[in-house]
């Protein structure tokens, strides 16, 4: 059987595993957009806000749910998945097979990769649906910033991956970097509402550059050149000590 065909039947398998986790589903592809519902639902939330600039704080929190699914895939999907095939020595059989285990990371980068790439289409879908919010207005742009973050996202899981050798270590790593994750891509406060000194170094992390990028094509803008290089750089830097310190076995 040829290699791309085993590589196929690998994402397959991946793909029907990930579907029958129904905590992986709900965290990465449901809570996002659960969480704007419930965020959009509180009535000043729809009203304009000066310090959102002048938006409505649901329009700035789109983005943020956008970029919370990112955060989970990747910090909390992807680490606890390839390190328990680790720890189960599934890894280290599948090294004897035909099958790549190279195949397998590919694969479960896909599988997290879309999965957020989907929950960012459903939170944009609930955003317009429910409360009105625009879609982006440069849409190219927006998904440039998108598939940057992603990338970003799936290197900094790969590192957790890399670091840890069980599935407990994966879970403590990832939570403990999940939270300042979460706090530079705004979920208490949408970067766009931060004060300006704490924007500005927020945006040299990956998910605030990211949230940062994505305000700006929402708002009809080019993203800003330094956001995609800030999420390049940590693309390259992250995905490298990730294969420096990744092991099969």
Do not use: N
Not at 30 to 37: A, D, H
Not at 123 to 140: E, I, S, T, Y
Not at 157 to 162: I, K, T, Y
Request: hydrophobic share 55%.
């Amino acid at each position: 059987m040829s290699t791309g065909i085993l590589d196929t039947a690998v994402l397959r398998t991946e793909i029907r595993l990930f579907r029958r986790e129904p905590g992986a589903v709900f965290w990465i592809l449901l809570f996002p957009p659960l969480l704007l519902v419930i965020l959009g639902s509180i009535p000043s939330f729809r009203e304009p806000d000066p310090s959102f600039g002048g938006i409505r704080p649901v329009d700035a929190y789109v983005p943020v749910t956008v970029l919370l699914g990112l955060i989970l895939g990747g910090l909390q999907g992807m680490p606890g998945t390839l390190t328990g095939y680790r720890e189960r020595g599934i890894l280290r059989r599948m090294s004897t097979t035909p099958v790549r285990p190279a195949a397998l990371l590919t694969a479960q980068m896909l599988v997290f990769g879309g999965a957020a790439l989907f929950a960012a289409l459903i939170a944009l879908a609930a955003g317009r649906l429910a409360f009105g919010v625009p879609l982006p207005r440069q849409p190219f742009g927006y998904l440039l910033a998108l598939l940057t973050a992603v990338l970003a996202s799936l290197a900094l899981g790969a590192l957790v991956s890399a670091l840890s050798r069980t599935t407990k270590i994966a879970g403590a790593i990832g939570s403990a970097a999940m939270f300042p994750a979460m706090f530079c891509a705004g979920v208490w406060l949408p970067v766009r509402a931060m004060p300006d000194v704490l924007a500005r170094i927020v945006g040299f992390t990956p998910f605030g550059a990211a949230a940062q990028a994505l305000d700006e094509a929402a708002a009809g803008g080019r993203p800003d050149v330094t956001h995609l290089v800030v999420l390049l750089a940590w693309t390259v830097l992250l995905g490298a000590a990730a294969a420096r310190w990744f092991r099969w076995e």
